[in-house]
């Protein structure tokens, strides 16, 4: 049975993680972080966003090994995901928009978290 050291919060790219540290009884700690869930709905909504984005998306190579490129892509791809979820979910609290979008963009860039 693990034992809990300690338990806190961080935030990764406005995303609130849970973090636990345990110990196993093994060697090394144990470090186990919580993100919020999402559901089924939500997962839809998000797939059909992605479709969206990828529609408008003109990506070269050369943007995806260029730092400073990058960077603006994020804002780019941050800047259109909150257009969209402003549009298709009007009430959502600002808490849980920039939780799905930078799920989104990181899920669909590989960055970030």
Do not use: C, W
């Given at each position: 049975?693990?034992?809990?050291?300690?338990?806190?919060?961080?935030?990764?790219?406005?995303?609130?993680?849970?973090?636990?540290?345990?110990?196993?009884?093994?060697?090394?700690?144990?470090?186990?972080?919580?993100?919020?869930?999402?559901?089924?709905?939500?997962?839809?909504?998000?797939?059909?966003?992605?479709?969206?984005?990828?529609?408008?998306?003109?990506?070269?190579?050369?943007?995806?090994?260029?730092?400073?490129?990058?960077?603006?892509?994020?804002?780019?791809?941050?800047?259109k995901t909150?257009?969209?979820i402003d549009?298709?979910?009007?009430?959502v609290s600002?808490?849980?928009?920039?939780?799905?979008?930078?799920?989104?963009?990181?899920?669909?860039?590989?960055?970030?978290?």
């Amino acid at each position: 049975m693990a034992k809990i050291l300690k338990s806190y919060y961080i935030n990764i790219e406005k995303i609130h993680v849970h973090v636990t540290v345990a110990d196993t009884g093994d060697y090394t700690l144990q470090y186990r972080l919580t993100i919020p869930k999402i559901s089924s709905a939500t997962l839809a909504l998000l797939d059909q966003i992605k479709e969206d984005l990828l529609k408008e998306a003109k990506i070269s190579a050369e943007e995806m090994f260029d730092p400073n490129k990058i960077k603006n892509l994020i804002k780019e791809f941050e800047a259109k995901t909150q257009t969209i979820i402003d549009s298709k979910l009007p009430g959502v609290s600002e808490n849980v928009k920039q939780f799905l979008i930078h799920s989104l963009v990181n899920e669909m860039l590989g960055l970030g978290i």
